[in-house]
């Protein structure tokens, strides 16, 4: 199995191990420097799988698994910790990670946990936790989407918006609605932020098929059911 997976590790020296060794196994691995980068990616884009540094400078491990999990972000956490650091194996689990690794990091064991915890993920998701239309699939939880089996890189709006037409697929999703749903009452976005969104979120719906989304001019947007 292969996955998307976000290295977060201020060591540049471990950072590209971990990519010289997640990559020969097939991974597609990106990368940040610190905590806050790491939220910043992880608000942008879906990953299968994040790990982390325990110590990092701006955020540290504990801190972003918090805000994640805080977040309602369910995706599958592995923390790196030094060697004999119980405390942070304790914290970081009770945090809301959901393995651990010791460095210096074998590869194999590596790459064997985290085709554990996705693994574990997958099984633990039930029906309820997806909303389909057509070949579509949105795990509101995961903060992930696929279309045709294929797993989607969305950023955080385009999922939101793709998770709202995919819960009203076949019916009009107006403007307002968009607006009230993922912006709040007290936000109005500029006119064409809401154009700007759902075109790249066709763009990449596109590129595993045929356009499945209908604008309605002046109305609003539907999702083919």
């Known amino acids: 199995m292969t996955f998307h997976i976000l290295v977060a590790e201020d060591d540049r020296l471990l950072q590209g191990q971990l990519v010289r060794q997640l990559s020969d196994f097939g991974h597609e691995v990106e990368t940040a420097d610190d905590g806050g980068a790491a939220l910043e990616l992880l608000g942008r884009r879906a990953f299968d799988v994040v790990i982390l540094d325990w110590k990092m400078p701006v955020m540290d491990g504990i801190t972003v698994v918090r805000k994640l ?37 074998d590869p194999l064991e590596l790459n064997a946990r985290i085709n554990a915890l996705v693994r574990a993920r997958r099984m633990s998701a039930s029906p309820a936790d997806t909303v389909s ?51 709040g009452l007290s936000v109005v976005p500029a006119a064409n932020v809401i154009e700007a969104h759902i075109r790249n979120l066709r763009v990449k719906l596109m590129e595993r098929g045929d356009d499945p989304i209908s604008t309605r001019r002046g109305i609003g947007y539907t999702l083919r059911a």
């Open 69 to 105: 999990r805080d977040a309602g972000v369910t995706v599958p956490v592995l923390m790196l910790t030094a060697m004999g650091r119980v405390y942070d194996k304790v914290e970081g689990l009770e945090a809301g990670a959901d393995d651990y690794v010791v460095k210096p990091v």
């Open 133 to 183: 239309a057509g070949d579509i699939v949105v795990s509101p939880s995961r903060m992930q989407a696929w279309r045709g089996g294929d797993p989607l890189n969305l950023s955080q709006m385009e999922f939101r918006l793709l998770l709202e037409l995919a819960r009203n697929a076949g019916s009009v999703v107006t403007r307002p609605m968009l607006i009230e749903k993922i912006w």
